[in-house]
């Protein structure tokens, strides 16, 4: 099963910008999502962007938009979240995953249960 390794993460003051990369072990047709998440302490995993593999089309949650930008490098195996204007409520721990569901609203609504493959996370963290 393809393998997801994020990297990017760190501490930046409010206004910043950090770009988010993840690196896929392998090249596959049977990956038709691919997803940003993250999770804060005593807080539940949330969907933050996603990007359908084939279409393009890119779905973000409301507390990122106009913010985060996610994108694909497809030569490079490569997903990305560009996010600017951080605030101490984007700290958390940022999460890739991939989607092998090929029918199914998952990659629309950033649904983690959709997503099967998980790498194991880079912290973010943004102060005031």
């Known amino acids: 099963q393809v393998q997801l390794v994020e990297s990017g993460g760190g501490s930046v003051q409010t206004g910043g910008s950090l770009r988010l990369s993840c690196a896929l072990s392998?090249?596959?047709?049977?990956?038709?999502?691919l997803g940003w998440f993250r999770q804060s302490p005593g807080k539940e995993r949330e969907g933050v962007a996603s990007i359908h593999t084939g279409r393009g089309s890119t779905y973000y949650a409301d507390p990122v938009k106009g913010r985060f930008t996610i994108s694909q490098d497809s030569e490079k195996n490569t997903l990305y979240l560009q996010m600017d204007s951080l605030i101490p409520e984007d700290t958390a721990m940022y999460y890739c995953?991939?989607?092998?569901?090929?029918w199914g609203n998952g990659c629309r609504y950033i649904a983690a249960s959709s997503f099967g493959a998980w790498g194991q996370g880079t912290q973010v963290t943004v102060s005031s």
């Open positions: 392998e090249v596959t047709t049977s990956v038709y999502c």
């Open positions: 995953a991939a989607d092998f569901t090929r």
